[in-house]
């Protein structure tokens, strides 16, 4: 089904690409883009935002990636902002987070050359 991925790049795009993020913005950013647990309002425990554009993070799925379990990892290091949940048990859109500059290589999951799914920073890669 062809909407399917796209509708999830989309998604993907939504809740991880925005080449202007800060550490202090996790909260604003997150509400603005409903970010919440999948189908409820709960608060989600962290998030990850790539401060990149959406074709370089493209490219991971494409000659800037390889091959790393069911996922793909980016050949260089992305600069990330991690937002961390402060308020447990929060519900949209009263959720609090403590943001962190990052940078790391991402794992992400690519379907149809598009990425779909963030998996995680990676600080350590096993060779």
């Known amino acids: ?9 989309r ?17 604003d950013e997150i509400r603005n883009r409903h ?13 990850t935002f790539i401060r990149a554009t959406t ?4 490219s991971i799925c494409e000659r800037a990636g390889e091959p790393y379990g069911q996922m793909t990892k980016s050949l260089q290091p992305f600069d990330i902002v ?3 949940l402060r308020n ?3 519900r949209h859109p009263r959720c609090q ?12 999951r690519c379907e149809q050359g598009l990425p779909v ?5 990676i600080i350590h890669f096993d060779n």
Request: with cysteine; hydrophobic share 25%.
């Open 117 to 121: 799914h963030f998996d995680r920073d």
């Open 97 to 108: 987070y403590r943001g962190q500059a990052r940078t790391r290589r991402i794992a992400i």
């Open 55 to 58: 074709n370089i993070v493209k």
């Open 11 to 27: 998604k993907f795009i939504a809740q991880h690409i925005n080449g202007q993020m800060s550490v202090n913005r996790c909260d």
């Open 1 to 9: 089904m062809h909407c399917d991925v796209s509708d999830r790049y």
């Open 35 to 47: 970010i919440t647990k999948t189908d409820s309002n709960e608060c989600k425990e962290t998030n």
């Open 88 to 90: 447990q048990q929060g």
């Open 82 to 84: 991690v937002c961390s």
